[in-house]
């Protein structure tokens, strides 16, 4: 019997990832039926079928299942092996695959990868923006490094490093910037903006304003914190955005800014990555070089 090979692990985990032969051969690169062939004999050599397949579904069968989760923790302590030779090596990480959410992306990552680059010219950065769940899901397979988001995540696999903390700010039509900051409990009246499910920013204004997840309520789910803006500006209702992104998002919106005094509402923002991997004192240098960059105006 045939042994099996990393690249038949590859090409089993795309597949099982993306439940599609033509997308895993594309995140692969290679053909459909280059994919199909390798999937074949692996399924031969192992004397059993990992995928069940109809002319529109495909997905794994229950032993495709646990077989999934023992190739992503080969396929990880590989990556994780070929990552500390490349460092021995070279003295620092010579790849980092950030991941980031997006309401800390867009306002953080123009200074990040600048100082970045600029401390570490030889290290290829690779970002990936998307929400806590999933930059979570690929950390433990994975496919990410390390990953910025807000604390906390209590996940005893992972290693979590606080950065900075960041206030909430209230956005307003700007003929309402003379108006009193109003209060938790007023605020909780209001038709406020919120951004769609699955954003933490999300809970955490809900948390703030003491409104349950769930709860029926007028007004706008956006996908972005730049939609929320530009709806207040137009005169529908209103929001909280991070103080990072104030000058981004405020600068082209007929909105004005309010601070609220007593009971402040704030994130804690901090980076993650698995305790399993060996560049941890590295990935420490690189969350310092973040709190530093964090600090600069």
């Given at each position: 019997m ?8 590859k090409?089993f985990e ?6 599609h032969f ?14 199909s062939?390798q999937?074949?004999?692996?399924e031969?050599t ?5 995928f069940e397949?109809?002319s ?16 992503r923790?080969?396929?990880r ?10 460092a021995s090596q070279?003295?620092?990480?010579s ?7 997006p309401?800390?992306a867009p ?11 600029y ?48 206030e909430?700010?209230l ?8 108006k009193?900051?109003p ?8 038709q ?12 955490q204004?809900?948390?703030f304003?003491?409104?349950r997840?769930?709860?029926p ?7 972005s914190?730049s939609t ?5 500006g ?11 992104a ?8 007929d ?5 609220f ?5 704030k994130?804690?923002?901090?980076m993650?990555?698995r ?8 990935l420490?240098e ?11 105006g």
């Amino acid at each position: 019997m045939k042994n099996v090979t990393l690249k038949q692990f590859k090409y089993f985990e795309a597949l099982a990832s993306e439940g599609h032969f033509g997308r895993a051969a594309d995140a692969c690169a290679i053909s459909q039926p280059a994919l199909s062939m390798q999937i074949k004999e692996l399924e031969e050599t192992l004397d059993c079928e990992l995928f069940e397949r109809s002319s529109k579904h495909i997905r794994l069968t229950t032993f495709g299942e646990v077989f999934a989760l023992k190739v992503r923790e080969i396929l990880r302590s590989v990556d994780e092996l070929s990552e500390m030779a490349r460092a021995s090596q070279s003295g620092f990480i010579s790849r980092l695959r950030l991941g980031i959410i997006p309401t800390i992306a867009p306002y953080l990552l123009p200074k990040l990868i600048g100082n970045l680059t600029y401390h570490y010219p030889e290290m290829d950065i690779q970002v990936r923006e998307t929400l806590t769940e999933k930059l979570i899901e690929e950390l433990e397979q994975g496919k990410l490094d390390a990953a910025i988001l807000a604390l906390p995540i209590s996940i005893s696999a992972l290693t979590e490093t606080s950065l900075f903390d960041e206030e909430f700010v209230l956005v307003r039509h700007r003929e309402d910037g003379s108006k009193p900051v109003p209060d938790v409990e007023r605020l909780s009246e209001m038709q406020l903006l919120l951004l769609e499910e699955g954003h933490c920013f999300r809970d955490q204004a809900l948390s703030f304003c003491n409104i349950r997840s769930g709860l029926p309520k007028e007004g706008l789910d956006g996908s972005s914190l730049s939609t929320l803006v530009q709806m207040v500006g137009a005169g529908i209702g209103v929001t909280l955005i991070p103080e990072m992104a104030i000058s981004v998002e405020t600068r082209s919106a007929d909105v004005s800014i309010a601070r609220f005094d007593k009971l402040k509402p704030k994130r804690k923002i901090g980076m993650v990555w698995r305790k399993t991997n060996p560049l941890q004192s590295r990935l420490e240098e690189v969350a310092n070089l973040i709190r530093d960059t964090s600090k600069v105006g």
